[in-house]
Protein backbone atom coordinates (compact mmCIF):
# COMPACT_ATOMS: atom_id res chain seq x y z
CA UNK A 1 0.00 0.00 0.00
CA UNK A 2 1.03 3.67 -0.83
CA UNK A 3 0.23 6.89 0.63
CA UNK A 4 0.35 9.59 -1.35
CA UNK A 5 -0.85 13.42 0.27
CA UNK A 6 -1.42 16.79 -1.26
CA UNK A 7 -4.37 15.89 -3.72
CA UNK A 8 -6.51 19.00 -4.52
CA UNK A 9 -10.03 18.05 -4.48
CA UNK A 10 -12.58 20.47 -5.13
CA UNK A 11 -15.78 20.75 -2.79
CA UNK A 12 -17.95 19.63 -5.09
CA UNK A 13 -15.49 16.49 -5.61
CA UNK A 14 -16.84 12.96 -5.63
CA UNK A 15 -15.20 9.76 -4.54
CA UNK A 16 -14.52 8.94 -8.83
CA UNK A 17 -13.11 12.49 -8.87
CA UNK A 18 -10.68 11.74 -5.46
CA UNK A 19 -9.90 8.43 -8.08
CA UNK A 20 -9.24 10.57 -10.93
CA UNK A 21 -6.88 12.80 -9.27
CA UNK A 22 -5.04 10.53 -7.43
CA UNK A 23 -4.01 8.40 -10.89
CA UNK A 24 -3.06 12.38 -12.72
CA UNK A 25 -1.27 13.23 -9.31
CA UNK A 26 1.14 9.68 -10.16
CA UNK A 27 0.79 9.45 -13.36
CA UNK A 28 -0.56 6.08 -13.69
CA UNK A 29 -4.37 5.34 -15.50
CA UNK A 30 -7.14 5.39 -12.72
CA UNK A 31 -7.74 1.14 -13.64
CA UNK A 32 -4.35 0.40 -12.74
CA UNK A 33 -5.73 1.77 -9.02
CA UNK A 34 -6.67 -1.22 -6.90
CA UNK A 35 -8.01 0.41 -4.04
CA UNK A 36 -8.04 3.73 -2.40
CA UNK A 37 -8.93 4.70 0.99
CA UNK A 38 -9.15 8.50 2.31
CA UNK A 39 -6.97 8.84 5.44
CA UNK A 40 -6.95 13.03 5.93
CA UNK A 41 -9.34 15.45 4.31
CA UNK A 42 -8.44 19.02 5.12
CA UNK A 43 -10.00 22.64 3.97
CA UNK A 44 -7.14 24.80 2.35
CA UNK A 45 -9.36 28.51 2.55
CA UNK A 46 -5.97 30.09 2.02
CA UNK A 47 -7.14 31.64 -1.05
CA UNK A 48 -10.65 32.76 -0.32
CA UNK A 49 -10.95 32.59 -4.14
CA UNK A 50 -10.11 29.31 -4.91
CA UNK A 51 -11.16 27.27 -1.53
CA UNK A 52 -10.28 23.52 -2.08
CA UNK A 53 -9.86 20.11 -0.07
CA UNK A 54 -6.12 18.68 0.59
CA UNK A 55 -6.76 15.15 0.24
CA UNK A 56 -3.88 12.44 1.28
CA UNK A 57 -5.02 8.56 0.19
CA UNK A 58 -3.49 4.99 0.59
CA UNK A 59 -3.95 3.06 -2.62
CA UNK A 60 -2.99 -0.40 -3.53
CA UNK A 61 -1.45 -0.70 -7.22
CA UNK A 62 -0.60 -2.93 -9.49
CA UNK A 63 2.64 -3.19 -9.52
CA UNK A 64 3.73 -1.34 -6.89
CA UNK A 65 7.54 -2.14 -6.21
CA UNK A 66 7.83 -0.74 -10.17
CA UNK A 67 6.22 2.73 -9.05
CA UNK A 68 8.03 3.17 -6.41
CA UNK A 69 11.21 2.58 -8.20
CA UNK A 70 10.45 5.48 -10.62
CA UNK A 71 8.68 7.59 -8.33
CA UNK A 72 10.62 10.59 -7.35
CA UNK A 73 8.26 12.28 -4.96
CA UNK A 74 9.33 11.72 -1.69
CA UNK A 75 6.63 12.67 -0.36
CA UNK A 76 4.84 9.41 -1.44
CA UNK A 77 5.60 6.31 0.58
CA UNK A 78 5.18 2.62 1.44
CA UNK A 79 2.28 2.43 4.66
CA UNK A 80 1.38 -0.20 6.62
CA UNK A 81 -2.68 0.44 8.09
CA UNK A 82 -2.22 1.38 11.60
CA UNK A 83 -2.24 -1.36 14.31
CA UNK A 84 -1.97 -0.98 18.11
CA UNK A 85 0.00 -4.13 20.20
CA UNK A 86 -0.38 -4.11 23.15
CA UNK A 87 2.81 -4.62 25.07
CA UNK A 88 3.55 -7.91 26.90
CA UNK A 89 2.94 -8.45 30.58
CA UNK A 90 1.95 -10.87 33.36
CA UNK A 91 -1.03 -11.06 35.80
CA UNK A 92 -1.00 -8.61 38.57
CA UNK A 93 -1.36 -9.93 41.60
CA UNK A 94 -3.75 -6.96 42.79
CA UNK A 95 -6.18 -5.33 40.08
CA UNK A 96 -4.95 -1.95 38.98
CA UNK A 97 -7.43 0.96 39.84
CA UNK A 98 -8.25 3.69 38.21
CA UNK A 99 -9.65 7.05 39.69
CA UNK A 100 -11.56 8.70 36.71
CA UNK A 101 -13.23 8.13 34.02
CA UNK A 102 -12.67 10.77 31.66
CA UNK A 103 -10.42 10.18 28.70
CA UNK A 104 -7.03 9.49 30.54
CA UNK A 105 -9.17 6.79 32.63
CA UNK A 106 -11.01 5.18 29.90
CA UNK A 107 -8.29 4.41 27.60
CA UNK A 108 -6.42 3.39 30.47
CA UNK A 109 -8.77 1.11 31.73
CA UNK A 110 -9.22 -0.05 28.24
CA UNK A 111 -5.86 -0.88 27.78
CA UNK A 112 -5.28 -2.40 31.27
CA UNK A 113 -8.56 -4.82 30.39
CA UNK A 114 -7.69 -5.50 26.59
CA UNK A 115 -4.60 -6.54 28.41
CA UNK A 116 -6.44 -8.97 30.93
CA UNK A 117 -5.51 -7.00 33.72
CA UNK A 118 -9.52 -6.36 35.01
CA UNK A 119 -9.09 -3.07 36.09
CA UNK A 120 -11.48 -1.42 39.06
CA UNK A 121 -12.51 2.02 37.94
CA UNK A 122 -13.75 4.68 40.01
CA UNK A 123 -15.53 7.48 39.33
CA UNK A 124 -17.22 10.14 41.53
CA UNK A 125 -19.99 11.07 39.38
CA UNK A 126 -22.68 9.54 37.55
CA UNK A 127 -22.76 7.36 34.24
CA UNK A 128 -23.76 9.20 30.97
CA UNK A 129 -26.96 8.09 31.06
CA UNK A 130 -27.89 9.79 34.47
CA UNK A 131 -25.48 12.36 34.29
CA UNK A 132 -27.30 13.93 30.70
CA UNK A 133 -30.62 14.16 33.10
CA UNK A 134 -28.62 16.00 36.13
CA UNK A 135 -26.69 18.02 33.84
CA UNK A 136 -29.88 19.42 32.02
CA UNK A 137 -31.81 19.88 35.19
CA UNK A 138 -29.36 22.28 36.46
CA UNK A 139 -29.46 23.83 33.01
CA UNK A 140 -33.01 24.13 32.91
CA UNK A 141 -32.62 26.17 36.45
CA UNK A 142 -32.71 23.24 38.78
CA UNK A 143 -30.13 22.57 41.66
CA UNK A 144 -26.22 22.25 40.96
CA UNK A 145 -25.63 18.39 41.72
CA UNK A 146 -21.88 19.10 42.86
CA UNK A 147 -20.48 15.38 42.02
CA UNK A 148 -22.23 14.74 38.80
CA UNK A 149 -22.03 17.69 36.42
CA UNK A 150 -20.48 18.96 33.06
CA UNK A 151 -16.71 18.08 34.69
CA UNK A 152 -17.94 15.30 36.85
CA UNK A 153 -18.54 11.70 35.65
CA UNK A 154 -18.45 9.07 32.55
CA UNK A 155 -16.47 10.58 29.76
CA UNK A 156 -15.26 13.75 31.56
CA UNK A 157 -15.66 17.32 30.82
CA UNK A 158 -15.12 16.58 27.06
CA UNK A 159 -18.79 14.70 27.20
CA UNK A 160 -20.00 18.18 27.11
CA UNK A 161 -17.92 19.87 24.59
CA UNK A 162 -17.59 19.67 20.74
CA UNK A 163 -15.74 16.67 21.20
CA UNK A 164 -12.37 17.67 19.36
CA UNK A 165 -9.88 14.81 18.57
CA UNK A 166 -7.43 17.12 16.78
CA UNK A 167 -3.82 17.34 18.79
CA UNK A 168 -0.64 18.55 18.25
CA UNK A 169 0.58 15.21 19.63
CA UNK A 170 3.04 13.14 17.00
CA UNK A 171 2.01 10.30 19.40
CA UNK A 172 1.33 6.98 17.14
CA UNK A 173 -1.16 6.09 20.46
CA UNK A 174 -3.92 8.91 19.15
CA UNK A 175 -4.47 6.40 16.16
CA UNK A 176 -5.69 3.67 18.49
CA UNK A 177 -8.03 6.60 20.33
CA UNK A 178 -9.57 7.08 16.54
CA UNK A 179 -10.18 3.61 15.92
CA UNK A 180 -11.70 2.54 19.37
CA UNK A 181 -13.98 6.02 19.41
CA UNK A 182 -14.89 5.03 15.64
CA UNK A 183 -15.70 1.42 17.14
CA UNK A 184 -17.64 2.25 19.59
CA UNK A 185 -20.28 4.27 17.08
CA UNK A 186 -18.35 7.46 16.92
CA UNK A 187 -18.85 9.31 13.37
CA UNK A 188 -16.40 7.63 10.77
CA UNK A 189 -15.40 10.98 9.54
CA UNK A 190 -13.09 10.98 12.49
CA UNK A 191 -10.70 8.73 10.89
CA UNK A 192 -9.87 11.17 7.77
CA UNK A 193 -11.13 14.76 9.40
CA UNK A 194 -7.69 16.99 9.63
CA UNK A 195 -10.02 18.13 12.41
CA UNK A 196 -11.84 15.33 14.03
CA UNK A 197 -14.88 16.11 16.07
CA UNK A 198 -17.57 13.43 17.26
CA UNK A 199 -19.91 16.26 18.76
CA UNK A 200 -21.56 15.79 22.30
CA UNK A 201 -24.78 14.24 20.79
CA UNK A 202 -22.89 11.21 19.92
CA UNK A 203 -20.23 11.51 22.35
CA UNK A 204 -22.61 9.93 25.17
CA UNK A 205 -23.08 6.82 23.23
CA UNK A 206 -19.53 6.51 22.03
CA UNK A 207 -18.64 6.51 25.59
CA UNK A 208 -21.49 3.83 27.05
CA UNK A 209 -20.00 1.56 24.41
CA UNK A 210 -16.25 2.18 25.70
CA UNK A 211 -17.62 1.41 29.33
CA UNK A 212 -19.68 -2.33 28.29
CA UNK A 213 -16.41 -3.06 26.45
CA UNK A 214 -14.31 -2.74 29.49
CA UNK A 215 -17.07 -4.39 31.36
CA UNK A 216 -16.98 -7.13 28.93
CA UNK A 217 -13.34 -7.68 29.01
CA UNK A 218 -13.68 -8.30 33.27
CA UNK A 219 -13.00 -4.58 34.31
CA UNK A 220 -15.76 -3.04 37.31
CA UNK A 221 -16.68 0.25 37.07
CA UNK A 222 -18.14 2.24 40.02
CA UNK A 223 -19.91 5.57 39.01
CA UNK A 224 -20.85 7.74 41.91
CA UNK A 225 -17.81 6.41 44.08
CA UNK A 226 -15.02 9.39 45.51
CA UNK A 227 -11.59 8.78 45.92
CA UNK A 228 -11.21 10.25 49.50
CA UNK A 229 -7.84 8.38 50.81
CA UNK A 230 -4.48 6.78 49.86
CA UNK A 231 -2.66 3.80 51.72
CA UNK A 232 1.15 3.80 51.31
CA UNK A 233 3.95 1.55 52.99
CA UNK A 234 7.02 2.08 52.51
CA UNK A 235 7.09 4.50 49.54
CA UNK A 236 4.53 2.51 47.58
CA UNK A 237 0.70 2.40 47.21
CA UNK A 238 -0.81 -0.16 49.32
CA UNK A 239 -4.52 0.61 48.68
CA UNK A 240 -7.38 3.59 48.14
CA UNK A 241 -10.26 4.64 50.64
CA UNK A 242 -13.57 5.70 48.62
CA UNK A 243 -16.42 6.93 49.27
CA UNK A 244 -20.39 6.46 47.75
CA UNK A 245 -22.79 9.04 47.04
CA UNK A 246 -24.67 7.88 50.24
CA UNK A 247 -22.26 8.29 52.28
CA UNK A 248 -20.52 4.94 52.97
CA UNK A 249 -16.78 4.44 53.16
CA UNK A 250 -14.97 1.41 52.05
CA UNK A 251 -10.96 0.68 51.14
CA UNK A 252 -10.14 -1.50 48.34
CA UNK A 253 -6.54 -3.16 47.91
CA UNK A 254 -3.99 -2.26 44.95
CA UNK A 255 -0.70 -1.96 44.15
CA UNK A 256 -1.28 0.21 40.78
CA UNK A 257 -3.32 3.27 40.78
CA UNK A 258 -4.17 5.71 37.43
CA UNK A 259 -4.59 9.14 39.10
CA UNK A 260 -6.87 10.15 36.37
CA UNK A 261 -9.21 12.69 38.08
CA UNK A 262 -10.72 15.92 35.96
CA UNK A 263 -8.72 19.28 36.40
CA UNK A 264 -11.74 20.66 38.66
CA UNK A 265 -11.25 17.86 41.48
CA UNK A 266 -10.16 20.28 43.69
CA UNK A 267 -10.97 18.60 47.12
CA UNK A 268 -9.05 15.52 45.48
CA UNK A 269 -5.89 18.11 44.73
CA UNK A 270 -6.23 19.29 48.59
CA UNK A 271 -6.83 15.54 49.82
CA UNK A 272 -3.91 14.70 47.71
CA UNK A 273 -1.54 17.92 49.40
CA UNK A 274 -2.88 17.35 53.17
CA UNK A 275 -1.70 13.48 52.94
CA UNK A 276 2.01 14.66 51.81
CA UNK A 277 2.37 11.08 49.53
CA UNK A 278 3.30 13.06 46.35
CA UNK A 279 4.30 16.57 45.18
CA UNK A 280 2.29 18.98 43.57
CA UNK A 281 3.30 21.95 42.04
CA UNK A 282 1.91 25.47 40.74
CA UNK A 283 0.95 25.29 36.74
CA UNK A 284 0.11 28.24 34.42
CA UNK A 285 -3.17 28.07 33.06
CA UNK A 286 -5.58 30.54 31.40
CA UNK A 287 -8.69 32.69 32.24
CA UNK A 288 -10.71 34.86 30.04
CA UNK A 289 -14.02 34.76 28.74
CA UNK A 290 -16.21 32.92 26.16
CA UNK A 291 -16.98 35.02 22.70
CA UNK A 292 -19.75 34.48 20.71
CA UNK A 293 -19.78 36.03 17.06
CA UNK A 294 -22.54 34.32 14.23
CA UNK A 295 -21.86 31.88 12.85
CA UNK A 296 -22.92 33.29 9.20
CA UNK A 297 -19.51 35.93 9.72
CA UNK A 298 -17.12 33.08 11.14
CA UNK A 299 -18.01 31.23 7.86
CA UNK A 300 -18.02 34.62 5.73
CA UNK A 301 -14.15 35.78 7.60
CA UNK A 302 -13.13 31.60 7.23
CA UNK A 303 -14.08 30.70 3.16
CA UNK A 304 -14.87 34.28 1.70
CA UNK A 305 -17.62 33.64 -1.26
CA UNK A 306 -17.80 29.72 -0.89
CA UNK A 307 -18.95 30.69 2.75
CA UNK A 308 -22.34 28.90 1.72
CA UNK A 309 -20.86 25.95 0.28
CA UNK A 310 -22.46 22.50 1.68
CA UNK A 311 -19.57 20.56 1.77
CA UNK A 312 -17.43 23.13 4.15
CA UNK A 313 -20.07 23.60 6.96
CA UNK A 314 -19.80 25.44 10.15
CA UNK A 315 -15.94 27.00 9.90
CA UNK A 316 -14.15 26.89 12.64
CA UNK A 317 -10.69 29.05 13.76
CA UNK A 318 -7.71 28.71 15.91
CA UNK A 319 -6.04 32.40 16.92
CA UNK A 320 -2.93 33.61 19.37
CA UNK A 321 -0.98 36.18 19.74
CA UNK A 322 1.83 37.53 21.49
CA UNK A 323 1.16 41.13 23.87
CA UNK A 324 4.01 43.72 24.35
CA UNK A 325 3.51 42.83 28.18
CA UNK A 326 4.66 39.57 27.39
CA UNK A 327 1.28 37.42 27.80
CA UNK A 328 -0.22 35.34 25.15
CA UNK A 329 -4.04 36.20 23.96
CA UNK A 330 -5.39 32.96 22.08
CA UNK A 331 -8.71 31.02 21.47
CA UNK A 332 -8.99 27.53 23.26
CA UNK A 333 -12.26 25.19 22.00
CA UNK A 334 -13.65 26.68 19.35
CA UNK A 335 -17.06 25.82 19.03
CA UNK A 336 -19.18 26.46 15.39
CA UNK A 337 -22.73 26.16 15.60
CA UNK A 338 -22.84 25.58 19.16
CA UNK A 339 -23.68 26.92 22.58
CA UNK A 340 -22.42 28.41 25.73
CA UNK A 341 -22.47 25.95 28.71
CA UNK A 342 -22.71 26.50 32.32
CA UNK A 343 -20.22 24.30 33.88
CA UNK A 344 -19.72 24.74 37.54
CA UNK A 345 -18.82 22.29 39.59
CA UNK A 346 -18.79 24.02 43.19
CA UNK A 347 -21.99 25.78 44.45
CA UNK A 348 -21.74 29.67 44.63
CA UNK A 349 -19.35 29.74 41.39
CA UNK A 350 -20.06 30.61 37.27
CA UNK A 351 -17.94 28.71 35.08
CA UNK A 352 -18.29 28.79 31.41
CA UNK A 353 -17.70 26.38 28.59
CA UNK A 354 -18.57 25.54 25.00
CA UNK A 355 -20.92 23.00 23.49
CA UNK A 356 -21.72 21.78 19.57
CA UNK A 357 -23.34 18.66 18.34
CA UNK A 358 -21.52 16.86 15.39
CA UNK A 359 -23.71 18.96 12.70
CA UNK A 360 -22.24 22.28 14.23
CA UNK A 361 -25.87 23.49 13.46
CA UNK A 362 -26.68 26.60 16.27
CA UNK A 363 -26.77 29.83 15.08
CA UNK A 364 -23.93 31.05 16.91
CA UNK A 365 -20.17 30.06 17.22
CA UNK A 366 -18.21 30.38 20.60
CA UNK A 367 -14.62 30.02 21.89
CA UNK A 368 -12.65 30.54 24.88
CA UNK A 369 -10.94 33.69 24.89
CA UNK A 370 -7.93 33.68 26.93
CA UNK A 371 -5.04 35.22 28.51
CA UNK A 372 -1.87 33.27 29.96
CA UNK A 373 -1.51 33.50 33.73
CA UNK A 374 1.22 31.57 35.79
CA UNK A 375 2.42 31.68 39.60
CA UNK A 376 3.39 34.99 39.40
CA UNK A 377 -0.20 35.87 39.23
CA UNK A 378 -1.32 33.59 41.73
CA UNK A 379 -0.33 35.89 45.00
CA UNK A 380 0.89 33.05 46.75
CA UNK A 381 3.57 29.93 46.33
CA UNK A 382 1.09 27.19 48.03
CA UNK A 383 0.66 24.76 45.70
CA UNK A 384 -2.80 25.49 45.21
CA UNK A 385 -2.59 29.24 44.75
CA UNK A 386 -3.38 28.72 41.17
CA UNK A 387 -6.73 26.85 42.32
CA UNK A 388 -7.75 29.20 44.79
CA UNK A 389 -7.43 32.07 42.30
CA UNK A 390 -9.78 29.93 39.94
CA UNK A 391 -12.48 30.11 43.05
CA UNK A 392 -11.96 33.22 43.35
CA UNK A 393 -13.17 34.57 39.98
CA UNK A 394 -15.60 31.76 39.59
CA UNK A 395 -17.22 33.18 42.81
CA UNK A 396 -17.10 36.94 42.05
CA UNK A 397 -18.47 36.19 38.80
CA UNK A 398 -21.71 34.01 40.18
CA UNK A 399 -22.19 37.37 42.27
CA UNK A 400 -22.11 39.42 39.43
CA UNK A 401 -24.17 37.52 37.60
CA UNK A 402 -26.24 38.29 40.50
CA UNK A 403 -26.09 34.79 42.68
CA UNK A 404 -28.34 32.69 40.48
CA UNK A 405 -25.94 30.96 38.31
CA UNK A 406 -26.47 33.79 35.47
CA UNK A 407 -23.05 34.91 33.80
CA UNK A 408 -21.89 38.33 33.70
CA UNK A 409 -21.93 38.99 29.89
CA UNK A 410 -20.96 42.12 27.66
CA UNK A 411 -20.99 43.06 23.99
CA UNK A 412 -17.56 43.32 22.83
CA UNK A 413 -18.00 47.11 21.89
CA UNK A 414 -19.12 48.59 25.05
CA UNK A 415 -15.81 45.95 26.78
CA UNK A 416 -13.62 47.99 24.22
CA UNK A 417 -14.86 51.21 25.47
CA UNK A 418 -15.20 49.95 29.05
CA UNK A 419 -18.85 51.08 29.41
CA UNK A 420 -21.57 48.38 30.43
CA UNK A 421 -23.76 46.69 28.03
CA UNK A 422 -27.31 47.84 27.94
CA UNK A 423 -28.30 45.64 25.01
CA UNK A 424 -27.82 43.17 23.23
CA UNK A 425 -27.00 43.27 19.58
CA UNK A 426 -27.01 40.92 16.43
CA UNK A 427 -25.72 37.83 18.43
CA UNK A 428 -27.90 36.89 21.22
CA UNK A 429 -26.60 34.61 24.23
CA UNK A 430 -27.01 31.02 24.18
CA UNK A 431 -25.87 30.17 27.93
CA UNK A 432 -29.02 28.52 29.56
CA UNK A 433 -28.52 30.03 33.08
CA UNK A 434 -29.19 33.05 31.52
CA UNK A 435 -26.50 36.35 31.27
CA UNK A 436 -26.50 39.55 33.35
CA UNK A 437 -25.31 42.32 31.10
CA UNK A 438 -22.59 44.70 32.84
CA UNK A 439 -19.02 45.79 32.68
CA UNK A 440 -16.35 42.83 32.83
CA UNK A 441 -13.60 44.87 33.79
CA UNK A 442 -15.00 44.30 37.25
CA UNK A 443 -14.03 40.23 36.58
CA UNK A 444 -10.74 40.61 35.84
CA UNK A 445 -7.35 42.46 37.70
CA UNK A 446 -6.47 45.95 34.77
CA UNK A 447 -3.82 43.78 33.06
CA UNK A 448 -5.78 40.47 32.22
CA UNK A 449 -8.82 42.65 31.11
CA UNK A 450 -6.07 45.34 29.01
CA UNK A 451 -4.41 42.29 27.76
CA UNK A 452 -7.98 40.78 26.49
CA UNK A 453 -8.93 43.89 25.01
CA UNK A 454 -5.36 44.42 22.90
CA UNK A 455 -6.02 40.56 22.49
CA UNK A 456 -9.45 41.21 20.27
CA UNK A 457 -7.43 43.88 18.07
CA UNK A 458 -5.17 42.07 16.96
CA UNK A 459 -6.74 38.72 16.68
CA UNK A 460 -9.08 40.91 14.28
CA UNK A 461 -6.32 42.58 11.83
CA UNK A 462 -5.78 38.35 11.25
CA UNK A 463 -9.51 37.42 10.88
CA UNK A 464 -11.72 40.28 10.34
CA UNK A 465 -14.68 40.11 12.34
CA UNK A 466 -13.45 39.13 15.29
CA UNK A 467 -13.73 42.16 16.88
CA UNK A 468 -17.24 42.99 15.46
CA UNK A 469 -18.97 45.41 18.34
CA UNK A 470 -21.80 43.36 18.67
CA UNK A 471 -20.05 39.78 19.55
CA UNK A 472 -20.52 38.89 22.92
CA UNK A 473 -18.15 38.08 25.75
CA UNK A 474 -19.63 35.53 28.67
CA UNK A 475 -17.46 34.90 32.10
CA UNK A 476 -15.86 33.75 33.00
CA UNK A 477 -13.67 30.61 31.59
CA UNK A 478 -11.07 28.87 34.41
CA UNK A 479 -11.03 25.65 33.75
CA UNK A 480 -9.01 25.42 29.91
CA UNK A 481 -6.28 23.30 32.19
CA UNK A 482 -4.92 22.24 35.58
CA UNK A 483 -3.80 24.73 37.88
CA UNK A 484 -0.90 22.22 39.26
CA UNK A 485 1.30 19.25 38.11
CA UNK A 486 1.51 16.25 40.15
CA UNK A 487 5.21 15.72 39.64
CA UNK A 488 5.46 12.05 38.08
CA UNK A 489 9.10 10.61 36.69
CA UNK A 490 10.21 8.81 33.30
CA UNK A 491 8.10 5.66 34.28
CA UNK A 492 5.22 7.96 34.76
CA UNK A 493 4.81 7.05 38.60
CA UNK A 494 5.06 10.10 41.29
CA UNK A 495 8.68 11.08 41.77
CA UNK A 496 8.01 10.35 45.61
CA UNK A 497 5.07 7.47 45.38
CA UNK A 498 5.85 3.93 43.71
CA UNK A 499 2.57 2.58 41.87
CA UNK A 500 1.24 6.10 42.15
CA UNK A 501 0.34 7.55 38.33
CA UNK A 502 -0.68 10.96 38.19
CA UNK A 503 -2.19 11.13 34.38
CA UNK A 504 -4.10 13.05 32.01
CA UNK A 505 -5.97 16.83 31.92
CA UNK A 506 -6.27 16.45 36.36
CA UNK A 507 -2.64 15.86 36.66
CA UNK A 508 -1.32 19.07 34.45
CA UNK A 509 -0.17 16.19 31.32
CA UNK A 510 -2.73 16.59 28.81
CA UNK A 511 -4.61 19.16 27.24
CA UNK A 512 -7.39 17.77 25.62
CA UNK A 513 -9.56 14.32 24.66
CA UNK A 514 -7.11 13.01 22.50
CA UNK A 515 -3.73 13.99 24.67
CA UNK A 516 -5.94 13.06 27.90
CA UNK A 517 -6.39 9.73 26.45
CA UNK A 518 -3.30 8.73 25.00
CA UNK A 519 -1.65 10.06 28.56
CA UNK A 520 -3.79 6.78 29.68
CA UNK A 521 -2.38 4.67 27.42
CA UNK A 522 1.11 5.56 27.74
CA UNK A 523 0.29 4.95 31.96
CA UNK A 524 -1.58 1.57 31.17
CA UNK A 525 1.99 0.62 29.27
CA UNK A 526 3.86 1.76 32.59
CA UNK A 527 1.42 -0.76 34.51
CA UNK A 528 2.08 -3.52 32.29
CA UNK A 529 5.64 -3.27 31.58
CA UNK A 530 5.74 -3.35 35.84
CA UNK A 531 4.32 -6.32 35.82
CA UNK A 532 7.19 -8.14 34.18
Known amino acids: MIRIPEIKLPLDGTEQDLLRYT ?45 IKRNTNPKIKYTVPYEYRLP ?17 GMFAALILAQAGQNPIVIERGSAVEKRQKQVTAFWNGGTLNTESNVQFGEGGAGTFS ?16 LLEFAAAGAPKEILYQARPHIG ?14 IISLGGDIYFDTKLTGITAKNGAVTGVELQTQNGGTTALETRRLVLAIDHSARDTYEMLYRGGLVRIEQKPFSIGARIEHLQTLINRAQYGPFADHPALGAAEYKQAVHLPNGRGVYT ?27 ARDGKNANAALLVGIGPADFGDTHPLAGMYLQRRLEQHAFTLGGSSY ?43 YDSLREGLLRIDRS ?32 VTLRGFYPC ?6 AGGIVSAAVDGIKCAEQILNSSL
Request: charged share 25%; glycine share 10%.
Open 463 to 494: MHGFAFGDALLTTVETRSSAPVRILRDETLQS
Open 406 to 448: AAPAQRVEDFMLGRASKRFGDVMPTYQRGVALCNLSACFDREI
Open 88 to 104: PSKKLKARPVIAGFGPA
Open 162 to 177: DGKLNTGTKDGRAGKV
Open 23 to 67: AKQIKTDAAAVRSLKLVKRSVDARNKQNVHFICTVDVELDNESAF
Open 332 to 358: FCMCPGGVVVASASEEGGVVTNGMSNF
Open 200 to 213: TDHLPAAVRNIREK
Open 504 to 509: GEGAGY
